[in-house]
Antibody, heavy 125, light 107 residues
Framework: EVQLVESGGGLVQPGGSLRLACAASGFTFSRYWMTWVRQAPGKGLEWVANINKDGSEKNYVDSVKGRFTISRDIAQNSLYLQMSSLRADDTAVFYC??????????????????WGKGTTVTVSS | DTQMTQSPSSLSASVGDRVTITCRASQSISSYLNWYQQRPGKAPKLLIYAASSLQFGVPSRFSGSGSGTDFTLTISSLQPEDFATYYCQQSDSTLWTFGQGTKVEIK
């Protein structure tokens, strides 16, 4: 069974750090881009970061650049999100998701076909 | 960055109704548009990718269309399990954005 399981969420003070992990199983982890998406309480989905198959390309939403770092460990079949300088507006459920890619007319397209259940991060004093 | 705007933000409909949700991109994204369904307290679920391709296992009452800047998600006959929030997401580049969501409620 294809599965993603997030962990590492919790309560952290403003300015603090936290490392989220996502354990992948049931598929060949190294063949897929991966991504983090978050959802603040009562709000919509926000894409946070993505990483390519070998970890050589990483992209971030502007609001987390310089504070969050996405990484992956192929041997451990795991995705990570290192978060620092956390702010109250980072409070959210964080989901990891598998990215499928396709090619159409020479251009790549991406979609998120498998999601974890999420881990909750609360930034508060 | 490409901004995505969904309309309406919410709608009320009855079982059996045909429902259409619109998503507009701030610039052309070709057909690189995906749709997701999220039920309360659950993770999002992929419905449609590349504007019109139905994800495996998703009922055929769901369909997507559009290209460039204007896209639609249609539910041909609303079922009780379809009451949820729907999000579009652009993947024209490697910097992705979601629409703000459309909540489909029971009339």
């Amino acid at each position: 069974e294809v599965q993603l399981v997030e962990s590492g969420g919790g309560l952290v003070q403003p300015g603090g750090s936290l490392r989220l992990a996502c354990a992948a199983s049931g598929f060949t982890f190294s063949r897929y881009w991966m991504t983090w998406v978050r959802q603040a309480p009562g709000k919509g989905l926000e894409w946070v970061a993505n990483i390519n198959k070998d970890g050589s390309e990483k992209n971030y939403v502007d609001s987390v650049k310089g504070r969050f770092t996405i990484s992956r460990d192929i041997a451990q079949n795991s995705l990570y999100l290192q978060m620092s300088s956390l702010r109250a507006d980072d409070t959210a459920v964080f989901y990891c998701a598998r990215v499928r890619t396709g090619i159409r007319g020479g251009d790549y397209y991406y979609y998120l076909d498998v999601w974890g259940k999420g881990t909750t991060v609360t930034v508060s004093s | 960055d490409t901004q995505m705007t969904q309309s309406p933000s919410s709608l009320s409909a009855s079982v059996g109704d045909r429902v259409t949700i619109t998503c507009r991109a701030s610039q052309s994204i070709s057909s690189y548009l995906n749709w997701y369904q999220q039920r309360p307290g659950k993770a999002p679920k992929l419905l449609i990718y590349a504007a019109s391709s139905l994800q495996f296992g998703v009922p055929s009452r769901f369909s997507g269309s559009g290209s460039g800047t204007d896209f639609t998600l249609t539910i041909s006959s609303l079922q009780p399990e379809d009451f949820a929030t729907y999000y579009c997401q652009q993947s024209d580049s490697t910097l992705w954005t979601f629409g703000q969501g459309t909540k489909v409620e029971i009339k």
